[in-house]
T-cell receptor, first 115, second 115 residues
């Protein structure tokens, strides 16, 4: 069965510092991994995805994520946080051999950037 | 270009009423997905359409939930005899093809409150 874990409910970072939002996954076969961000009263906005190739994936708004197969992780990172990055972040996974519909989301991590 | 749109944005229903939630996917997108997002949780899969065919409805919580996409474009999620536990945000997403690698693009959601 597919699953995603976001071990931190909340991450607090000072503006200008690097940030990391953690994600680990479990899936049969090769994983397809996604990060989404959700602002209040808005839908989910796509940030980036890993399908194959380079383990470091670059996405929108200066975010990047590193795929680590041995640790089954896909942590989201940004070198220098902005107050506007404060939002709810979701990691999601789909197995390469699963049906097109089965994308599983984590429970979310609330990122708070203080000025 | 236009993204995924959903209507209404907010819906209040009395317990026992029927509701219908509409999703307009991105034009030309083959795949359409419905998710349910409870407060403080990640989205949970409800159902999936490829064009007009409903290929997966394994996430629908009960037979009170029904979805359709008769012309392979607009979709409607109907909930009959609403219950308080149906209160949630209902998200619609679409993707260009049926490939598992495709990105899903989300609408703003419909917040359903059942009194």
């Amino acid at each position: 069965a597919q699953s995603v874990a976001q071990p931190e409910d909340q991450v607090n970072v000072a503006e200008g510092n690097p940030l990391t939002v953690k994600c680990t996954y479990s899936v049969s076969g090769n994983p397809y991994l996604f990060w989404y961000v959700q602002y209040p009263n808005r839908g989910l906005q796509f940030l980036l995805k890993y399908i194959t190739g380079d383990n470091l994936v670059k996405g929108s708004y200066g975010f990047e994520a590193e795929f680590n197969k041995s640790q089954t992780s896909f942590h989201l990172k940004k070198p220098s946080a902005l107050v506007s990055d404060s939002a709810l972040y979701f990691c999601a996974v789909r197995g390469a051999y699963s049906s097109a519909s089965k994308i599983i989301f984590g429970s979310g991590t609330r990122l708070s950037i203080r000025p | 270009g236009a993204g995924v749109s959903q209507s209404p944005r907010y819906k209040v229903a009395k317990r026992g009423q029927d509701v219908a939630l509409r999703c307009d996917p991105i034009s030309g997108h083959v795949s359409l997905f419905w998710y349910q997002q409870a407060l403080g949780q990640g989205p949970e899969f409800l159902t999936y359409f490829q064009n007009e065919a409903q290929l997966d409805k394994s996430g629908l919580p009960s037979d009170r939930f029904f979805a359709e996409r008769p012309e392979g474009s607009v979709s409607t999620l109907k909930i009959q005899r609403t219950q308080q536990e149906d209160s949630a945000v209902y998200l619609c997403a679409s993707s260009l093809s049926a490939a598992s690698t495709d990105t899903q693009y989300f609408g703003p959601g419909t917040r359903l409150t059942v009194l």
